[in-house]
């Protein structure tokens, strides 16, 4: 058991590793240029170079995508709550909001900048509008999927709407929540680049822009590193907040 535990944890660094060396064997190989596609020490080597431009850059593309990000989560959660609480605004919001979610984000860029400006708030805006999705569908459908025979007893035990809402559908839609957590961080990293890389003069998306002109292709791949490391932390964050307050709904899954 303690064998299988120590693979499971063990099993994304191996699969990292592995595929670390087996790009560093092509690339070197094949003598690939590293105009065309650097190897990982040729990236290793531009990160140490270029540090403190990196982490300077880092930090502000992660600080932007976590205001869009508490945004979305706001108003996701309250979207969310009206939608799984009402019927009639479950059928009438959910298609609209579909059809939106359908519109490729990074066409509101140039919109979003003619009405404020280069800067952080097209790319906090972006940000926000590509996460808050995955919030609202499922809020929405762990309080919809309330099983009506549970409601049903609740009734007959005095409980009103609100305090089956409140007192079982919201801590059942916990685990739907946190999943889209997960989710939803890694969008609004997307956007918060995606935006930067035409309306701002700071983040990770300006200096891939900046990279690639200058034909810098090992400090592109840092900086892309950099969204992959941040993105990967906080998905780790949201996991362990979710199995300390939702360990009663990951019981099945904790012998696998």
């Excluded at 869009?68 to 996701?76: L, Q």
């Excluded at 906080?234 to 019981?251: D, I, P």
């Amino acid at each position: 058991m303690k064998k299988n535990k120590v693979l499971h944890r063990a099993a994304p660094l191996l699969l990292g590793v592995g595929v670390v060396l087996l790009w560093q064997l092509i690339c070197s190989g094949f003598n690939v240029s590293d105009f065309i596609f650097p190897s990982p020490l040729r990236i290793a080597e531009q990160s140490w170079e270029h540090r403190t431009l990196i982490l300077g850059h880092a930090w502000h593309t992660f600080w932007v995508t976590m205001v869009g990000f508490a945004i979305a989560i706001v108003v996701g959660v309250l979207l969310g709550f009206l939608m799984g609480s009402s019927k009639l605004a479950y059928d009438a919001m959910y298609p609209l909001m579909t059809g939106f979610n359908a519109l490729p984000k990074a066409a509101f860029v140039p919109i979003l900048v003619v009405w404020f400006g280069i800067g952080i708030g097209p790319a906090i805006l972006t940000a926000f509008l590509i996460s808050f999705f995955p919030i609202m569908v499922n809020i929405a459908t762990g309080l919809a999927t309330l099983e009506p025979e549970l409601e049903d007893v609740l009734r007959v035990l005095g409980a009103k709407r609100w305090d089956v809402l409140m007192k079982v559908g919201l801590p059942r839609s916990l685990p739907y929540f946190y999943g889209s957590l997960k989710v939803a961080i890694t969008l609004a990293f997307v956007g918060t680049t995606v935006s930067e890389m035409t309306a701002s003069n700071e983040g990770i998306g300006y200096l891939l822009i900046s990279a690639g002109s200058s034909m810098q292709m090992g400090l592109a791949f840092s900086g892309l590193l950099a969204v992959g490391i941040m993105a990967m932390a906080m998905y780790e964050l949201f996991s362990v907040v979710e199995k300390r307050t939702t360990a009663w709904a990951h019981r099945g899954s904790q012998n696998h």
